[in-house]
């Protein structure tokens, strides 16, 4: 998995920070996460081709995480896609678009196939090739959702000098073999697969948490992940106003990492409110060491 940040501050845009949007590219295609505004210009700069972007994924309808979808949707048309795109997102969101697309009159090129999400258990709601996707219900000021992208285990790995010493082992087996089987010999003894196979590297798990209130209920959906996005707004000192705005802070943030076994905490939807948001990073970090500061244009691949 490749995660490209396009945006990682909350509600008013400035020069250089642009409020919440992120590609992952899972199974060959980029997934979109949230669309604030400036979108576009984001996946122009940080080269996220627009024809292998497949499924969009919105949280909740905040403008700082919805404005920059329009235009999107628009500029495929302009640019003439045919190829169908799946927006995933609230129930309200369908009758949103049916509206701005009426009252502009654009009419799209391409199939828009709209999927609801309901924020109120969670459950798979995408099955590809390759991975799924999975909604994590949220405690904000109305309904919202993070989204969990698991990788699907992969094949075993054909050990070629381990098959080498059984000269009956022909190139029509290795299928199976890759899928975990034994092989069977004609007199019906079995060569263990842990014998001839070895084991593929562990799935991949992304998870996608923000906007959201201290939860600790999120933890058993997000354990493991390799990588959790977590929305960290303020610092500890203003702790009653997260828990009024329905926010975390850094240092809840880092809880959740720590208590979920995470491998990396990276925060991001920083209140404007703080000249340097450094001091929320060394707040999550004094819980959860593994934690890093999210930026315009950062990078990970794990």
């Given at each position: 998995?490749?995660l490209?940040?396009?945006?990682?501050?909350?509600?008013?845009p400035k020069?250089?920070?642009?409020?919440?949007?992120?590609?992952?590219?899972?199974?060959?295609?980029?997934?979109?996460l949230?669309?604030?505004?400036?979108?576009?210009?984001?996946?122009r700069?940080y080269?996220?081709?627009?024809?292998?972007?497949?499924?969009?994924?919105?949280?909740?309808?905040?403008?700082?995480?919805?404005y920059?979808?329009?235009g999107?949707?628009s500029?495929?048309?302009?640019?003439?896609?045919?190829?169908?795109l799946?927006?995933?997102?609230?129930?309200?969101l369908?009758r949103?678009?049916?509206?701005?697309?009426?009252?502009s009159?654009?009419?799209?090129?391409?199939?828009?196939?709209?999927?609801?999400?309901?924020?109120?258990?969670?459950?798979?709601?995408?099955d590809?090739?390759?991975?799924?996707?999975?909604?994590?219900?949220?405690?904000?000021?109305?309904?919202?959702?993070?989204?969990v992208?698991?990788?699907?285990?992969?094949?075993?790995?054909?050990?070629?000098?381990?098959?080498?010493?059984?000269?009956?082992?022909?190139?029509?087996?290795?299928?199976?073999?890759?899928?975990?089987?034994?092989?069977?010999r004609?007199?019906?003894s079995?060569?263990?697969?842990?014998?001839?196979t070895?084991?593929p590297p562990?799935?991949?798990?992304?998870?996608?948490?923000?906007?959201?209130?201290?939860?600790?209920?999120?933890i058993?959906h997000?354990?493991?992940s390799?990588?959790?996005?977590?929305?960290?707004?303020?610092?500890?000192?203003?702790?009653?106003?997260?828990?009024?705005?329905?926010?975390?802070?850094?240092?809840?943030?880092?809880?959740?990492?720590?208590d979920?076994?995470?491998?990396?905490?990276?925060?991001?939807?920083?209140?404007?409110?703080?000249?340097?948001?450094?001091?929320?990073?060394?707040?999550?970090?004094?819980?959860?060491?593994?934690?890093?500061?999210?930026?315009?244009?950062?990078?990970?691949?794990?």
């Open positions: 998995m490749e490209r940040i396009l945006g990682c501050h909350s509600a008013t020069p250089g920070e642009f409020p919440s949007a992120q590609a992952l590219m899972a199974g060959n295609q980029w997934l979109l949230d669309a604030g505004e400036g979108m576009q210009m984001q996946l700069r080269k996220v081709k627009f024809g292998r972007i497949k499924h969009i994924f919105i949280t909740h309808l905040h403008g700082d995480h919805l920059g979808l329009f999107l949707l500029t495929l048309r302009l640019l003439d896609r045919r190829t169908e799946h927006l995933h997102g609230p129930p309200p369908e949103l678009l049916d509206e701005v697309f009426r009252a009159q654009v009419e799209l090129t391409y199939p828009l196939h709209f999927h609801t999400v309901t924020a109120d258990r969670p459950y798979q709601i995408l590809e090739k390759h991975f799924t996707v999975h909604s994590v219900p949220l405690r904000h000021r109305l309904p919202t959702t993070g989204y992208i698991r990788e699907k285990p992969k094949p075993r790995k054909l050990n070629p000098e381990a098959i080498a010493r059984h000269p009956e082992i022909g190139i029509w087996a290795y299928h199976k073999l890759k899928a975990g089987e034994d092989f069977i004609e007199d019906g079995r060569i263990p697969n842990d014998e001839l070895l084991p562990p799935p991949r798990q992304y998870a996608y948490i923000t906007d959201t209130a201290y939860l600790p209920g999120i058993p997000i354990e493991g390799d990588v959790l996005y977590h929305e960290a707004t303020f610092a500890d000192a203003d702790a009653a106003l997260a828990e009024k705005t329905f926010h975390s802070t850094a240092r809840q943030a880092a809880m959740v990492a720590r979920a076994g995470v491998g990396k905490l990276v925060i991001g939807h920083f209140s404007s409110r703080y000249p340097d948001p450094r001091v929320l990073l060394d707040e999550a970090r004094a819980v959860f060491p593994n934690t890093e500061m999210a930026f315009e244009g950062k990078i990970l691949s794990f």
